[in-house]
């Protein structure tokens, strides 16, 4: 697996915002502890990369600085690490095109940025631009979605799209609100606050079963780890194991795959559940929970 990554992603931070440069950096310090110490250097997208899914509008109101959200800083700078960001997502699509699989270790996330608002910490699409740009090479594309919020953003942007479908599981009630059922080639898995790891893996399987049903060319994985039992802004059931065990079973698809990090906002579990995430998309079999020594 390819890792894309700079150390420019740790450059900006809002004091006490949740979404900090301290939950990237404890993923990669973790993965760098395991032996993973490669890591390819992104570039930023184009305005034109933006504008296959973003308004105008919201481009430049990023660029300018010239926007407000309760949620979404607006820092200087922002535009060049939003579209860095992208760039990563965009890089860590290609490389799966080419049959080599990557993940793009970026902040900011952005599954809550629609075609025309930025919101959830999100200023631009980064899983809804790398997929138009697979899309228009004629892949056939699924968006999984595993953060514990629902990508309002990809949804709004990947609806009726063809020869693509968002798929997500996630807390509902929760931010933003959205993603209670299903339509079209949306595929919706609400779970209950506190509901049990049992009823998350049931959803899990399902949603498997429709990647499976429409057979993509290539899977892009939408990576948050706030469905995490001791993540502090839901109320999901995961622990490390389970997400060893979803890894393993997206690894047993055999479908080339690109993973963009979303949200996770507990930097003393992001590390390991990352790395255990990783370690069953890598093995696609043996021991729950089990790690490895970080050779893959
Ligand atoms: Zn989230």
């Not at 228009?136 to 953003?153: A, M, Y």
């Not at 429709?210 to 993540?231: Q, T, V, Y």
């Not at 003393?268 to 020594?293: A, H, P, R, V």
């Amino acid at each position: 697996m390819i890792f894309i990554y700079t150390e420019k992603f740790l450059n900006y931070k809002e004091e006490g915002h949740p979404e900090g440069p301290e939950r990237l950096k404890a993923i990669v310090d973790y993965l760098r502890k395991k032996g993973i110490k490669e890591f390819v250097e992104p570039i930023p997208c184009t305005e034109e990369d933006l504008k296959l899914v973003h308004t105008e509008d919201l481009i430049n109101s990023v660029k300018n600085n010239d926007f407000f959200d309760s949620d979404t800083p607006n820092l200087p700078g922002i535009y060049e690490y939003a579209a860095l960001s992208v760039g990563a997502a965009i890089m860590a699509a290609e490389f799966s095109a080419e049959g080599k699989n990557a993940f793009s270790l970026s902040r900011p996330p952005g599954h809550h940025a629609g075609r025309n608002t930025l919101g959830g910490f999100c200023y631009f699409n980064n899983m809804a631009v790398a997929v138009k740009k697979l899309l228009s090479t004629g892949k056939k594309v699924s968006v999984l979605d595993l953060d514990g919020h629902h990508g309002n953003g990809t949804e709004e942007i990947l609806r009726n799209f063809e020869n693509v479908i968002y798929v997500s599981i996630h807390q509902y009630p929760a931010y933003p609100g959205t993603g209670s059922v299903s339509f079209g080639n949306c595929y919706n898995f609400p779970v209950y606050p506190n509901s049990t790891s049992k009823k998350y893996m049931e959803k899990f399987n399902q949603a498997i079963e429709i990647i499976k049903k429409f057979n993509p060319d290539i899977l892009g994985i939408s990576l948050g780890f706030d469905a995490h039992m001791h993540d502090p802004l839901l109320e999901m059931p995961l622990s490390e194991s389970e997400y060893y065990f979803m890894g393993k079973e997206i690894g047993k698809l055999g479908i080339n795959f690109f993973i963009i990090l979303e949200g996770g906002y507990n930097t003393q579990t992001i590390g390991k559940t990352c790395y255990c995430f990783i370690s069953g998309l890598m093995k696609k079999g043996g021991k729950e929970n089990e790690e490895d020594n970080g050779k893959f």
